[in-house]
């Protein structure tokens, strides 16, 4: 590795094998503020155990087209769903002596949704943390659970590990930006996650309408990302809240945006949440966070006790808060605002700066 100094741009490219949702928006948003010269080599969210599986020979092509255009890297940043261990194999004269960082968006061993038969699943992510020089996990709450549930000896990993929060774009988020009260208007409710079954969207339709059975005056944006081959859970939700939905579905960014700063709280209660993307841009533009008082979620708010739900009484918070609504939080709003990229972009590049040193 080459002796830089501080300040120094260094040559960095990125891995991507799910280049799409949050993922891409994480590699896009960190090109967009780093100081150093960053290249992406991603290819498209499809199939992701594909990308795990077999996907690692089309990504150590692009690695190595990318480092003949713009040379050596000095460092190498690989996403999670890569056989890491495997692209440094198939593309180790692309990569030199170039650090390598694996950034670890979710953990195979830790997802609710893994199969018995994905157990190899667990030994490929496993194998490509032990092959990377520094493992970034996006949260705390990530970082401990795998370090105490992996089944093999994490002293070493734990040693190159550290935390390092997704950044997250809020520049066109601010409780400012609300529009103005009126009073005559029902309190409006989001529901912003995906709608896959992890994140539990029919416990919390479920528990919209058992507030709204119980009398809750309120309406509802359901603006979470459908899976391509599945809109027959929207719908059934469309159906059991009836005209309280004002927005499903997907929206462009301008719009999804439009949606958020009509919101008065965000709601959820998925099974696992390593970061918490959604919450993050809710919270900023002042809504309020009825989400579980566990997983990632303390770690983005300044007064959990106060702020989020034990996953037994949504229903209650959510009579609670529509009874008597607070004012939009602008102390929450600007605690979050710590995620935003041009606060993580400056961690990130000192980081890379050092190891490229």
């Known amino acids: 590795m080459t002796n830089r100094s501080k300040n120094t741009a260094s040559s960095v490219i990125v891995v991507v094998p799910w280049y799409g949702g949050s993922h891409r928006a994480w590699a896009d948003g960190w090109r967009s503020v780093s100081r150093h010269r960053i290249e992406l080599v991603a290819t498209a969210p499809r199939t992701w155990r594909h990308r795990m599986l077999s996907g690692t020979a089309e990504l150590a092509d692009e690695l190595e087209a990318a480092a003949s255009r713009h040379g050596t890297p000095d460092v190498v940043v690989v996403s999670s769903l890569t056989d ?45 943390m032990a092959a990377a020089d520094a493992v970034w ?3 705390d709450f990530h970082r401990n659970l795998y370090l105490s549930t992996c089944p093999h000896d994490t002293s070493s990993l ?37 709608w896959d079954a992890d994140k539990r969207p029919q416990r ?18 359901l603006a979470g990302e459908q899976p391509p081959d599945d809109d027959r859970g929207l719908l059934s939700a ?33 099974l696992h949440e390593f970061f918490g ?10 809504c309020h966070p009825l989400l579980p008082q566990a997983l990632s979620y303390p770690e983005l708010v300044d007064h959990p006790q106060r702020l989020l739900h034990r996953s037994h009484d949504l229903v209650a918070q959510i009579i609670t ?14 605690h979050v605002r710590r995620f935003d990229w041009s ?15």
């Open 321 to 334: 808060f529509c009874a008597d609504p607070p004012a939009p939080d602008a102390t929450l709003a600007a």
């Open 84 to 128: 890491t261990a495997a692209l440094l194999g198939l593309a180790r004269r692309a990569v030199g002596d170039a650090a390598i960082v694996q950034y670890q968006h979710e953990s195979q061993l830790l997802h609710p949704s893994l199969q018995p038969g994905d157990r190899h699943l667990v030994d490929i992510e496993w194998r490509s």
């Open 238 to 270: 469309c159906e059991r809240l009836g005209q309280r939905v004002v927005h499903a579905g997907t929206a462009t960014r301008s719009r999804y945006l439009e949606l958020l700063h009509t919101c008065d709280a965000v709601v959820g209660d998925p």
């Open 158 to 194: 734990a040693a190159r590990s550290s935390t390092m929060p997704v950044g997250v774009d809020l520049s066109q988020i601010a409780v400012d930006r609300r529009p103005a009260s009126d009073p005559s208007r029902s309190v409006r409710l989001l529901f912003n996650q995906r």
């Open 204 to 221: 919390v339709v479920a528990a919209l309408a058992s507030a709204a059975a119980a009398g809750a005056r309120f309406e509802v944006v």
């Open 277 to 286: 993307v959604a919450a993050v841009e809710a919270m900023a533009a002042g």
């Open 137 to 139: 996990f996006n949260s």
């Open 343 to 357: 606060r993580i972009g400056p961690l990130y590049d000192e980081a890379i700066a050092g190891l490229a040193r």
